[in-house]
């Protein structure tokens, strides 16, 4: 037996469909369904599968069983996929019985699907085909196609000496980056310049993807169809070819690169007295980990730009208590990291929290996420917005809020529900009071799971966590679509033009599940790695 969701809000409840009524839809897959049958009083219906839209997923993990004339392929653990037929120009270097990822390529009928060998799977890695068993499972391919990584191969390594004339140039301005010890993809870089009457110009340079992947282009569409990259305990799954995630647009110390960047005034009390916005080259000086950053900020240890970044480190904290005080919640993050051996498999646990050094690049980077939202949600057409990927939060469901109050109040701290200041205040007023208590745990996910779901959408709403008016997401281009679609409408903009897509709503929508489907990929990895 399946259901299908319907996504027309005018259709109350699911469809039943019965196997005999699959057609060739595989769990996930966004279909076209009829419905034959329907009882007015109880609202429940049956239907048939009529048509794939899309499959979820196109690849899977099992074992190649090969004969003289053909092959096929059996999945490990799903009854519902049926044998997949390999013809044996297909198979690739696969032998009898090995262990195989298969490709599906055509299945439209009520024939055998049929399929081709994409990769070999050691026998003795369990945990390699896990994790991409589970990447797949949630319809993210695991290697690019030969055309795209040709595609990424092709682009130009060095800049174009014209483009840069286009420019703002900072190569000579101090810039330089701030990530985990284990990043490749740096797609984000601080420049540092002092100005008259304390006063600093702080620049937001992020990696100029857009300048690169172009519209309708190979590469596009595979980014868009990822949407995401998709982060496990042992590897990253990216978004796009690493020639470009780790190489052309990696703000690498000592290379030039092309940026897009959010300049500020700024001084140390947070006030921001001007802001440009443009696309930039950029020279980054200094690669930095968090780690270093905190000991240079915290136990004095001796660096060329301790000033620097003592500076940033103030401005940081100064717009953090900014947004606190204009209603932003105060969730505190630690992030749970297995420490893996050669093999990846775990051999410890280590608990990472947000300390002063993440805040500094966090704070800097939703000051240019916002001052981009604000300057497209400025800019109309015939009295409208023009379409643009807001990054929204919407209030919290009002029921699941007062069951948080009443459990917060049993626990003894106070919760006002007046209105949306008194609630934010309340929120983050227990969050504060219970820090080192048994209940700081419980508290913390039982207020997360009290928020709305995050989203991208055309519809600005703003943003409840944050307390922000206009957001997007324009910092991480390398990881994430949505980032890239705020490029290119940023660009257009900033040209002096209004760009309208019609599809705006549809390609948020994509994004949004798949930022989904992301989440609930690293969420099984790390299930599986507590027990593995």
């Known amino acids: 037996m399946g259901f299908v ?24 897959d966004k279909v076209i369904v009829a419905v034959y049958k329907e009882n007015k009083q109880t609202n429940k219906k049956e239907g048939r599968i009529e048509k794939i839209l899309e499959r979820k997923q196109l690849e899977f993990v099992g074992n190649i069983q090969v004969s003289e004339k053909f092959a096929f392929f059996i999945a490990d653990g799903q009854k519902q996929i049926p044998d997949i037929y390999v013809p044996l120009e297909n198979i690739g270097n696969a032998a009898n019985g090995d262990k195989v990822i298969v490709r599906l390529l055509k ?71 701030i990530d985990p010890n284990d990043s490749k ?99 980054s000086d200094r690669r930095f980990t968090y780690d270093e950053v905190q000991e240079i900020l915290y136990k004095d240890k001796k660096d060329t730009y301790k000033k620097q970044l003592t500076v940033l480190n103030t401005i940081s904290q100064s717009l953090r208590k900014q947004r606190f005080d204009r209603g932003a919640i105060n969730f505190s993050s ?24 993440h805040q500094l690049i966090e704070e800097l980077m939703l000051l240019a996420n916002k001052a981009v939202a604000e300057y497209v ?30 459990l917060v109040k049993k626990l003894g701290y106070p919760f006002n529900m007046s209105n949306p200041d008194t609630i934010a205040e309340s929120i983050n007023g227990a969050l504060e009071a219970c820090k080192g208590k048994p209940e700081e745990m419980m508290i913390q996910q039982l207020g997360i799971r009290t928020m709305a779901k995050a989203a991208y959408s055309p519809e600005n709403i703003g943003h409840y966590g944050l307390g922000f008016k206009d957001y997007c997401h324009f910092t991480s281009p390398i990881r994430r679509y949505p980032d890239v679609m705020v490029h290119r409408v940023l660009e257009e903009c900033l040209r002096g033009n209004k760009p309208v897509d019609e599809e705006m709503g549809i390609k948020c929508k994509h994004c949004s599940e798949r930022e989904r489907a992301a989440l609930e990929t690293e969420r099984a990895s790390n299930k599986y790695k507590q027990v593995e």
């Open 107 to 177: 299945w439209d009928s009520e024939r055998k699907p049929l399929g081709k060998v994409i990769a070999v799977l050691s026998p003795e890695d369990v945990n390699d085909a896990a994790m991409k068993g589970l990447i797949m499972e949630n319809g993210f391919p695991i290697q690019f196609d030969k055309p795209i990584i040709d595609a990424a191969n092709a682009l130009p390594e060095k800049l174009d000496k014209n483009e840069i004339k286009k420019r703002k140039d900072f190569r000579k301005t101090l810039t330089f980056t």
């Open 185 to 283: 993809d740096f797609d984000d870089a601080i420049s540092y310049k002092e100005l008259e009457g304390s006063r600093f110009e702080i620049g937001v340079h992020i990696a100029d993807v857009s300048y690169y992947v172009r519209p309708g282009s190979i590469l596009d569409k595979e980014a868009y169809n990822r949407a995401t990259s998709v982060y496990l305990p042992d590897r990253v799954n990216p978004m796009l070819p690493e020639h470009i995630s780790n190489m052309l647009c990696s703000l690498r110390p000592n290379e030039d690169k092309f940026t897009f960047s959010a300049v500020f005034i700024i001084d140390t009390a947070g006030k921001v007295y001007s802001t440009w916005i443009g696309r930039t080259a950029i020279h």
């Open 334 to 357: 630690q992030e749970v990291r297995f420490v893996l051996d050669e093999k990846a498999r775990p051999v410890g646990v280590v608990l990472n929290e947000s300390n002063e050094s």
């Open 5 to 28: 969701l319907p996504e027309d809000s005018n259709i109350e409840g699911d469809v039943l469909v019965r196997p005999q009524d699959f057609h060739t839809a595989l769990n996930g």
């Open 377 to 406: 949600a400025a800019i109309k057409v015939n009295d409208q917005p023009i379409p643009f990927p807001y990054r929204i939060h919407d209030q919290p469901d009002s029921t699941k809020l007062e069951s948080f109050a009443a």
